[in-house]
């Protein structure tokens, strides 16, 4: 007869376990299901970010075409506390609930107490076969991070995902002088771009995926491969007066550059630059000190090396050719800015930071939306949003920072410094047309913070349904709304200003078009804004809550044409 194992749970602690993920040793009983490995999710959060969201619970989405991956086939997963016995399992999604089983489709199970390894790979089809490679297929290689190990717990636990892939952005500065462009780029419709056949832009002796053999990688070097597009973007450089020195959008003191009133620094403005990227292969040599190696090397070592020669030809038919060695890790990515004059070709690079694309949860602005919530019809920068919150990195990506660090060169800032941008949001401000987002209640002091002497608006606020509290002397958060697009006054049929309490059945004329927003905001202890005159830009889904008193604004100016 086998002998039983006690069980020592406190009762707080197992409410905790079944709850939440953690890393404590569990004593498992091998005559019930508690050795069962139950998985609550995975976590996406290195590999993608959400634009915007209505609660934390969905502060990082899982993409739909892993979701639906998830459903179809599943993801196989290794797990083993000895690397000479690995247990195969696969990770299924079903119904909006994860399970792990094995090949019997039963459930699979912890193999003892302490930490477990976990490796597995979701390969797109199309990178079984080398002819056809896409860029969503390599897009969408995902892996676990290595050296991932989860403790056995009778709670659910959440696998972590990432890339499996490498990525380096380049963007092209040509030097207005010359009054040139990309070969073969289209100036007047930037929907032929896409096809980089035609723009004479190369990336050229670098390593990349040829396809996936039996669950491993296998590589090859690209003789001259052709980057996707990723569209324009306007870039601002600007030079030290004193050093010469050119001070790049990735470079930490950007923004006291971009804020100087000093006369220390010239701007160069470069106009929309085309940009692209390559998915790369990795080199593991950043954080060499981390186990870093993916699990399915054939390989197990760290010295690899990887390098870009970029080739472009100017529509002068001037040719530039840059060397250009970078060192990434599995979903890192690196910036270049390829900066081109009629003397050469010179490149500011950044170092290595996490690749993440931006997905967008159906659940807040879609089909699927119940609050009464709604994009912005503005703009696409939301993920460019300051927001007040941090950064969580994994404890086992081989990155640790703090995301509201001293210079403030990021976008997930404190609540003070949120605040101190947001109030620096206006026409001729150093946040002139930024976008903010709240991820949780903020109460801004009017006494202590230091408004302008007219804060009409101009960015774009999103508050996610999160409240902002106002203290202080000061009746209201902005003097008004500026959302004009020209300075001519024209009678807009269609824009109505809505309010059930002090503004009822009003209806006002804006000046034409928009450029600033609020969306989504809940306001106390003052107005959100000082009154309806000075308002031309979208307001919706936001109210004042004065006591008792509900003031609901809604405005959606006629949009410009073009």
């Known amino acids: 007869m086998m002998k039983k194992i006690k069980r020592y749970i406190p009762l707080a602690l197992g409410f905790m376990l079944l709850t939440a993920c953690n890393s404590q040793d ?67 999604l079903a119904n909006d609930l994860y399970s792990l089983t094995n090949s019997n489709d039963k459930h699979a199970k912890w193999l003892g107490n302490g930490a477990h390894f976990f490796e ?49 952005v380049a963007y092209v500065l040509i030097d207005k002088t010359m009054n040139a462009t990309l070969k073969g780029f289209d100036t007047e419709n930037d929907k032929n771009n896409e096809n980089v056949e035609n723009t004479m832009l190369r990336f050229c002796n670098v390593r990349t995926l040829d396809h996936v053999e039996n669950g491993k990688p296998v590589w090859k070097k690209e003789r001259k491969a052709i980057p996707h597009y990723l569209g324009q973007e306007e870039v601002t450089l600007y030079q030290e007066n004193k050093t010469g020195k050119l001070i790049f959008p990735i470079d930490e003191n950007y923004e006291d550059a971009k804020n100087d009133t000093q006369g220390n620094y010239t701007s160069l403005n470069y106009g ?3 940009y692209y990227d390559l998915i790369v292969r990795p080199t593991y040599t950043e954080n060499k000190e ?22 472009l030809t100017l529509s002068n038919d001037l040719e530039y050719e840059k060397s ?31 690749w993440k694309e931006t997905v967008y949860p159906d659940d807040y602005y879609g089909v699927n939306n119940q609050n009464g919530n709604n994009l912005s019809v503005a703009g696409s920068s939301w993920q460019r949003a300051y927001t007040n919150s941090t950064l969580s990195a994994g404890v086992t990506d081989g990155h640790f920072y703090d995301a509201d660090s001293e210079n403030n060169s990021v976008q997930y800032v404190s609540d003070a410094r949120w605040i101190y941008m947001l109030l620096q949001a206006y026409q001729g401000g150093a946040h002139h047309g930024d976008y903010f ?12 913070c230091h408004f302008p002497k007219d804060f009409t608006f101009t960015g774009h606020l999103d508050a996610l349904d999160h409240k902002i509290t106002i203290t202080g002397k000061r009746a209201y958060l902005f003097d008004g709304l500026n959302g004009e697009y020209t300075t001519t006054q024209e009678t807009d049929k269609n824009a ?29 202890g003052a107005k959100l804004f000082k009154d309806k005159d000075n308002i031309s830009g ?25």
Not at 38 to 52: I, L, P, W
Not at 124 to 149: F, H, M
Not at 437 to 448: G, Y
Not at 501 to 508: M, P
Request: aromatic share 10%.
């Open 26 to 92: 569990e004593v498992l009983s091998s005559e019930d299901d508690s050795n069962i490995i139950h998985v609550g999710g995975v976590s996406t959060s290195d590999m993608v970010t959400t634009a915007v969201a209505t609660r934390a619970d969905v502060a990082i989405q899982t993409p739909n075409w892993l979701k639906d991956n998830l459903s179809a086939k599943g993801m196989t997963i290794y797990y083993y506390q000895d690397a000479d016995a690995k247990q195969e399992a696969k990770l299924k």
């Open 120 to 168: 597995g790979v979701f390969i797109p089809e199309d990178l079984e076969d080398s002819k056809t490679r896409n860029y969503n297929a390599l897009s969408q290689y995902t892996a676990v991070p290595p050296s991932t190990k989860i403790a056995a717990t009778v709670g659910r636990i959440t696998i972590p995902l990432q890339h499996r892939l490498a990525r380096v």
């Open 272 to 274: 929309k630059c085309p």
């Open 290 to 311: 981390k186990p870093n190696v993916m699990f399915d090397e054939t390989e197990q070592t760290a010295n690899y090396n990887n390098n870009i020669d970029f080739e």
């Open 324 to 354: 250009f060695t970078f060192d990434l890790n599995a979903n890192d990515e690196t910036v270049v800015y390829l900066r081109v004059n009629p003397e050469r070709i010179d490149y500011n690079s950044a170092g290595s930071r996490l």
């Open 437 to 448: 987002i709240l991820q949780k209640d903020i109460t801004i002091d009017t006494d202590t």
């Open 496 to 524: 109505t200003w809505e309010a059930n309490v002090h503004l009822e059945g009003t209806t006002w004329v804006p000046t034409l078009g928009w450029r600033a927003e609020v969306v989504n905001t809940i306001i106390t």
């Open 538 to 562: 979208y307001v919706n889904n936001c109210k004042y809550i004065n006591g008792t008193d509900t003031t609901y604004y809604s405005h959606t100016p006629k949009l410009p044409t073009y």
